[in-house]
């Protein structure tokens, strides 16, 4: 890898996705204050709602995400327009 070509703050930071559950460790610059521990090293720790881990196209899997009733919110919203 080339010296001095990514940014000061580019650190390991472990992604953790809510549908599998299951966590990677990456390379990033993304800002979180959450820590986690990964294969007995304290790194900070950033969650998704999906990777490829749990999204229908890689795992071949059909499945409906409905993040804390999104759809109830979205009727209740249009039955007070009308």
Known sequence: MKKDIHP???RPVVFKDLASGAEFLIGSTIAT?????FEGK???K??????S???PF???EERTLD???RVERFKQR???KK
């Open 42 to 44: 304290e790194y900070p």
């Open 33 to 37: 204050t959450e820590t986690t521990k």
């Open 53 to 55: 881990k749990s999204h």
């Open 8 to 10: 000061a703050d580019y």
């Open 78 to 80: 249009a039955a007070k």
């Open 67 to 69: 993040k804390a009733g």
């Open 58 to 60: 890689y795992t071949g």
């Open 46 to 51: 950033v969650t998704v709602e999906i990777s």
